[in-house]
């Protein structure tokens, strides 16, 4: 009998032809405080169902690793469809739409197909948990394109036959669980046995999946709820639903019908529909003088200050703008992170009590010298930079802690307006795979950083964790506090956005650890069909990344 030798962490060891890869994780699991998800099999990520079937080099990915945690987080929406699928029948599971995320929880949109109750709820989930307590496999196949869109086709999910309709490859995995097939953007966990971790709650129109975090794979926190956002999510729904873009599959049928210059304008339209109605609630309200926007980064922050600005003028305002970065302190006063780092991105890198007295003086009428911030030397600096606020003026600042009480926490509430904006995706893959906001983010970034700082796509990469944990500590805790909230996100963004992410992705190689990600996001790019920049109008947020912007962004 044959044998293959895997090098694990410097380990020689033989195992026989047919060994599984769970097999192999199950003899090192003790070494891991989380369970493994996946292996790396000499740089290609491999299921556990799947054989061994050379000599390589091995490491493991376990639940707190990005790769395992998105293996489970598909396996449990799998399960979770699969569950009603069992209660309700075929035709109600495949509608089910997974919309969005709100902390620890996936949102599903059930359309009137089921009932919404905690009675319901219940019910899912014991079916879920039984179906766990089964330890019923996850099985991939791979089918040739048109018989998988035949398969789909019969199963009435005409959200994956659009989407394979534009594949360029000759095959496509599906997976299957005990009958029920259905396809997803990833990998896989082998069994039902593995999604121990879950709750799923009544909320709103439609139900929560609350799963674990990576950072602690075995623990389901209890659902905090953010009706603002919320509301801002089912906003963004209602009106995709209203001019019939859902999915990719939808987009790249528009796209192909050349529609897209219609599309843009219709978009852009609604965007600036919404800034406009902000600028008036913030002028009916009186006595406001301090515009507070703030969002995780690649927002499109920039953009939307000029163009809130903009409209705050056609109702008779004065807009000026400030950066709360012009008020970090001198850079042997910046905090350490944990690594030993400049922490830029906490409170504590702000110097709060300078800008509460200087935004203080301002209100009360008085003349002030604003300071500017010079990274290249990390010192604060004035150059005449003074301000003087008569009755019709009013600043519009920005900053990553403009939500958060600390920042303003001398000024008089009446006289504040808290913008919180993010790109919030709008679309999906289908039904079953959602569009992270992280991902549509992250690729504004790299494109940003690629154009304007001559960072490659490496780079970008590797830093996004960072970026990640300081939206978590210093942002995302902020968000229900603000009056206002505006999605940044186009429909068609990351239909732009593919031709100048792609070759930055590209340049990535297998030996770098950014390899993987790089590949995840290449196979997402390429659901989409290109749109020419072109279309854009110059003062599109999208501009703020891919260029040729009006603004100083």
Not at 126 to 132: D, H, N, P, R, S
Request: aromatic share 12%; net charge negative; with cysteine.
């Amino acid at each position: 009998m044959s044998t293959f030798t895997l090098n694990i962490d410097g380990e020689l060891k033989e195992y026989p032809k047919g060994t599984t890869w769970e097999d192999v994780a199950r003899d090192y699991q003790k070494y891991f405080d989380s369970p493994i998800a996946a292996v790396s099999d000499s740089g290609k990520i491999r299921e556990l169902f799947k054989r061994v079937e050379r000599d390589s080099d091995v490491s493991f990915f376990t639940l707190k690793d990005k790769i395992g945690h998105q293996t489970y987080v598909r396996a449990a929406i799998m399960l979770t469809i699969k569950a009603i699928q069992e209660l309700y029948g075929a035709e109600v599971a495949n509608k089910i739409r997974l919309d969005f995320s709100i902390g620890n929880g996936l949102f599903l949109n059930v359309s009137d197909l089921i009932p919404v109750s905690e009675e319901a709820a219940a019910q899912i989930k014991a079916k879920m948990e039984e179906l766990v307590a089964r330890d019923i496999p996850y099985m991939k196949r791979s089918l040739p394109i048109d018989e998988a869109i035949a398969l789909f086709d019969d199963c009435g999910m005409e959200d994956k036959v659009r989407l394979f309709k534009y594949r360029r490859s000759s095959r496509v995995n599906i997976y299957e669980l005990d009958g029920y097939y259905d396809y997803f953007y990833g990998y896989m966990l082998p069994r039902t046995g593995y999604v121990k971790y879950f709750d799923f709650i009544n909320y709103g129109t439609g139900y929560m999946l609350l799963l674990p975090r990576a950072k602690t794979p075995t623990v389901v926190d209890p659902f905090e709820e953010r009706k603002k956002l919320y509301q801002t999510f089912q906003n963004t729904h209602e009106w995709c639903k209203q001019i019939g873009l859902l999915n990719v599959g939808d987009l790249n049928d528009r796209i192909c019908k050349g529609g897209m210059n219609d599309l843009i304008l219709v978009q852009e339209a609604e965007q600036e529909r919404r800034i406009g109605e902000i600028a008036k609630e913030i002028v009916a309200r009186g006595g406001v003088k301090f515009v507070m926007i703030a969002g995780p980064s690649s927002s499109g922050k920039t953009s939307f200050s000029h163009r809130l600005s903009i409209q705050l003028r056609t109702l008779g305002m004065q807009p000026h703008a400030i950066a709360l970065d012009d008020y970090f302190v001198n850079r042997e006063q910046t905090p350490l992170d944990e690594d030993g780092n400049y922490n830029f991105e906490c409170i504590e890198a702000i110097d709060t009590v300078q800008f509460n007295e200087d935004m203080l003086k301002l209100l009360d009428g008085e003349r002030v010298e604003l300071p500017t911030f010079n990274f290249k030397i990390g010192r604060r600096e004035y150059n005449g930079h003074y301000m003087q606020l008569e009755k019709d003026d009013i600043l519009v600042i920005e900053g990553i802690h403009g939500l958060n009480e600390k920042m303003s926490y001398a000024l008089p509430n009446e006289s504040k307006y808290k913008i919180y904006i993010s790109a919030l995706t709008s679309i999906n893959v289908d039904e079953h795979n959602r569009i992270s906001t992280t991902d549509a983010r992250l690729i504004r970034r790299m494109v940003r950083d690629a154009r304007t700082r001559g960072s490659d796509a490496k780079r970008t990469l590797g830093m996004w964790a960072s970026v990640r944990r300081g939206e978590e500590e210093n942002i995302f805790p902020f968000q229900e506090q603000a009056d206002a909230m505006f999605n940044s996100v186009l429909i068609y963004e990351l239909a732009c956005l593919k031709p100048f992410a792609e070759p930055l992705l590209f340049e990535i190689g297998k030996d770098e650890p950014e390899y993987f990600e790089a590949k995840r996001l290449l196979k997402f790019l390429d659901y989409f069909l290109s749109v020419p920049s072109e279309f854009l109008p110059n003062n599109s947020i999208c501009r703020e990344f891919v260029g040729g912007s009006c603004f100083n962004v």
